[in-house]
């Protein structure tokens, strides 16, 4: 499907999908990138705890790196995984090419082109989401002769000269927006691959109530179409079977650090947060983390409620004027697509609008709690 070629030259782009062509100059693109991105960008935030000189030694900026640096640790670890997995993502083509074949009528191309569309913005979103953050926080950091990260950089000391801190600001941006659009990628695969598997199940639901409907068709020919119907609904079952294995992984990650993330941001606005622009770099971040989560909560909600219509689809269909072989062929059916399609965080936890819904209300109550403590009057953070 052309809905994922954004993401798929993300990925590539990210040096994780091989192409067949110019392997060599690829590999050294993907050393490149990864060794700097992946490897090394991690490692400078951990250093800059500890290598942090006197002069930038301030809360609100150590929890300003704090923050972003839990997230780059998780998204390093995130493409790793990804880069491992994307063979078993790319198994999810040949069910996807059959089930784009059996679209024939001018509603069904229709809703294959509305995905399309929908599959490469859902790329472009999250990356104005996440680059709106960094563009932000270096736009606040600059504004005040601060480094927007303080990473630990053993290229450029940014005190001895503006030329030098221009450098050092250029290279942390450059790592810190392709550490994003790792995160987009990471983010939005789940995402397009969820709203794949509702546009069939949106068709096949579609398909079903039209059985027995068309009165040029005998009924044997009638037969054959809930046999292919049927076999649609294994190849989608195959394709959740894959992705939902796939995103068990990379979403346990993304949930273990969100509510750190939270809590760490919300510290920093209400306690150490000096001056506007950083509050409102805290808040885009903030944005930036719901919506790593919220849209996946969403959409698996929603496709957990459409397959659960299917059993009651094929119930409700025109099953009474039919023959006893499709009779008994449509109690099989009816069996097998009482099975709902929820998909979980490392096998533990359901993904779904009340685990968006936990986190947020964790993150209101740690609000909560620390301004009724008034730890910034108690401490004189005024």
Same mark, same amino acid.
């Given at each position: ?33 990864? &060794? =700097?991105? #992946?490897?090394?960008?991690? @490692? /400078? !935030? ?5 290598? %942090? ?80 953050? &960094? =563009?932000? #926080?270096?736009?606040?950091? @600059? /504004? !005040? ?5 303080? %990473? ?36 939005s695969y789940a995402v397009i691959y969820v709203n794949i598997l509702r546009t069939h199940v949106d068709l096949l639901l579609k398909r079903i109530k039209r ?75 903030v944005l930036a983390v719901v919506v790593e989560i919220f849209p996946l909560c ?85």
């Open positions: 499907m052309h809905g994922t070629m954004f993401l798929f030259n993300g990925f590539r782009f990210l040096g994780v999908y091989m192409p067949e062509k110019n392997r060599l100059f690829y590999l050294i693109w993907s050393f490149l990138i990864n &060794s =700097t991105v #992946t490897v090394y960008l991690p @490692v /400078a !935030f951990i250093l800059s705890f500890v290598k %942090i000189s006197g002069d930038d030694l301030q809360i609100g900026n150590l929890l300003t790196s704090a923050q972003v640096a839990i997230n780059v640790v998780g998204c390093s670890v995130k493409i790793i995984l990804m880069g491992f997995l994307l063979p078993k993502l790319l198994s999810t083509e040949k069910f996807l090419n059959r089930l784009d074949e059996r679209c024939r009528t001018a509603e069904e191309l229709a809703s294959i082109n509305k995905f399309t569309k929908q599959g490469n913005r859902f790329v472009v979103l999250f990356s104005v989401a996440y680059w709106s953050y &960094s =563009t932000s #926080t270096c736009i606040s950091a @600059v /504004a !005040f002769g601060r480094l927007p990260y303080n %990473i630990y950089n053993p290229f450029f000391d940014h005190h001895q000269s503006i030329g030098h801190f221009i450098l050092s600001v250029l290279m942390e941006m450059t790592l810190v927006n392709i550490a994003c659009f790792q995160q987009v990628v990471d983010d059985l027995g409907l068309t009165v040029s068709m005998s009924h044997e020919q009638t037969y054959e179409e809930l046999k292919l119907c049927i076999i649609d609904h294994k190849y989608i079952i195959e394709i959740y079977n894959i992705v939902s294995s796939i995103i068990s992984i990379t979403i346990f990650v993304q949930f273990t650090i969100t509510a750190t993330i939270l809590g760490t941001t919300l510290i920093n606005i209400l306690l150490f947060a000096t001056n506007f622009a950083s509050i409102v770099a805290s808040c885009f971040y969403y959409y698996t909600q929603y496709l957990m409620d459409e397959s659960n219509l299917l059993a009651e689809v094929v119930f409700h269909s025109n099953w009474m004027e039919q023959n006893l072989p499709y009779q008994k062929m449509l109690i099989f059916f009816m069996q097998r697509s009482q099975r709902v399609m929820e998909f979980t965080a490392g096998k533990l936890f359901p993904i779904t609008l009340n685990s968006f819904l936990s986190i947020a209300k964790f993150s209101f109550s740690l609000y909560t709690f620390i301004k009724e403590m008034d730890i910034k009057e108690r401490f004189g953070l005024n």
